[in-house]
């Protein structure tokens, strides 16, 4: 083996004249196919002439491998503290820990250029400020892997900051729960603060029967144009796995509050696996600013879509052909990114709070919609009026002689169980004059046209836009 050193100089700032110690630089380059941080620690107690030398949040560390085997071990990460870490590698990195110990590294940068598969690090629980992955493996799925599909998950993985470059592979969480429980959300397997951006498509999966159950998934935000999937890899047919994810970001989270995942986000299943995972979604920006957006043509989400703040737009055109599962309103506003026409399938809509939003296109005379395999109704304890917020050119839709008079049908459902007046939308202003929407709920639907108030419908309509607005903004306290 031979290992070369470069010592680089402290670099003291006012912050440190001001007694906060400034990181320490050191850089540990080696050709060796296996090597620890109790290596890198022996020479830098050496060769920068700091017996006393511990890895702690002072240190920035650079480690370059020149090995050119095709996987190198780099192992004693159990309980390292850094302010930063560079990898720069010929070879591919596992970076393995004992399960219940924790990694605290300020920001990862990572470059690995060329074998073929990505880098990885495997067990206990992993702490980051923020990740740059700028190169790793040649292949063009490769990515860095946060755990092994096969051999490995993390316990959990924290980054407070954002995750970008070559992410491909997600093994995370040895913590399920059988049902669904929100208090999960304050321990997430994967707590992402801010945005994650991959170059590549990024799996996430499932291996192993402790995986049965809820895993739980936060990310500030989904801003790229890759896909996403999910992958069920166990054969045992008593495994199912829900996967949930929350975004839970703010205006400041990306540019201009606006996040936009643009590709796919599917399931699948590999090998001798037997369940299909179930991904559900959850919208509960923390200021209520953050626009999320999902616009695949592929969006086999089928565990449920959950709005408590902020604003989700899903491709209500996208071609999966799956029901959802139920679409829970509690706050924000929810609604299509694609042109108006568009209908999106669930099961049931539940609803306490929140807006449906819903585009209007004149020129087709057509409007976005729902489909219900059930039927939609108010969240239990709720007396809220369901509320639609229209927009568009909504001049085809006064006084509509559509559907006998009804006028278009927004919500298709199996059984009706809410009278016309428990819904309520918009005000619409055309030409001078005000108009208001009336719905009529039907056995088959529910179905909506604009008309001349009388006053007191107006004040119902005023009371109605209010009511709505306030429960968007009570939501987005909490």
């Known amino acids: 083996m031979n290992t070369h050193y470069l010592k680089f100089a402290s670099l003291l700032s006012s912050a440190a004249l001001a007694g906060v110690c400034a990181a320490n630089s050191y850089e540990y380059t080696t050709d060796a196919n296996a090597f620890s941080f109790s290596d890198v620690q022996s020479a830098i107690r050496t060769e920068y002439s700091e017996p006393d030398f511990t890895f702690n949040d002072t240190v920035d560390l650079t480690i370059n491998s020149n090995s050119p085997e095709e996987q190198l071990s780099l192992s004693g990460a159990s309980g390292i503290s850094l302010n930063s870490l560079t990898v720069n590698a010929t070879s591919r990195i596992r970076m393995g820990v004992s399960d219940n110990t924790t990694v605290r590294i300020g920001e990862l940068i990572w470059t690995q250029a060329t074998q073929k598969w990505g880098s990885r690090i495997l067990g206990g629980n992993w702490e980051f400020g923020n990740v740059n992955i700028i190169q790793d493996g040649t292949e063009t799925s490769a990515g860095f892997c946060f755990g092994e599909a096969t051999t490995g998950a993390l316990q959990s993985l924290k980054i407070s900051g954002n995750l970008t470059g070559k992410i491909s592979q997600f093994r995370v969480g040895k913590n399920p729960t059988a049902a669904y429980d929100a208090s999960r959300w304050n321990s997430a397997d994967i707590d992402i603060g801010g945005y994650m951006s991959s170059l590549v498509s990024a799996t996430f999966y499932t291996y192993e029967t402790f995986e049965n159950g809820h895993m739980y998934y936060k990310f500030g935000a989904i801003n790229q144009s890759h896909n996403l999937g999910a992958q069920n890899r166990c054969p045992d047919e008593s495994v199912f796995t829900t996967m949930n994810f929350m975004i839970t970001g703010n205006r400041n989270t990306v540019s201009g509050g606006v996040a936009t995942m643009s590709g796919d ?143 278009v049908k927004i919500v298709s459902w199996d059984s009706k169980t809410l009278e016309s007046d428990q819904f309520a939308a918009n005000i619409y202003e055309s030409a001078g004059d005000t108009y208001v929407a009336q719905f009529t709920s039907e056995s088959d639907g529910l179905y909506v046209k604009y008309v001349v108030p009388e006053p007191a419908e107006v004040a119902l309509a005023i009371g109605a836009l209010a009511l709505a607005s306030a429960l968007c903004r009570r939501r987005n306290r909490k």
């Not at 585009?359 to 009026?385: F, I, P, Q």
Request: aromatic share 10%; proline share 0%; glycine share 14%.
């Open 265 to 407: 986000f599917t399931t699948s299943v590999y090998g001798s696996g037997v369940n299909a995972i179930t991904i559900a979604l959850f919208m509960n920006s923390s200021d209520g600013q953050l626009t999320q957006i999902f616009s695949g043509n592929n969006l086999q989400i089928t565990g449920g879509i959950t709005v408590t703040s902020g604003t989700l737009l899903i491709n209500f055109r996208e071609t999966s052909g799956r029901n959802h599962g139920n679409l829970t309103m509690e706050g924000g506003r929810f609604g299509s990114t694609a042109a108006a026409g568009g209908n999106f399938l669930f099961t049931d809509l539940v609803y306490s709070g929140g807006a449906i939003a819903l585009a209007v296109d004149a020129a087709n005379e057509t409007v976005d919609s729902l489909t219900l395999s059930g039927t939609a109704m108010l969240a239990e304890g709720s007396n809220a009026k369901i509320y639609f917020d229209f927009s568009g050119d909504i001049d085809w839709l006064i006084d509509s002689e559509l559907n006998d008079g009804k006028g």
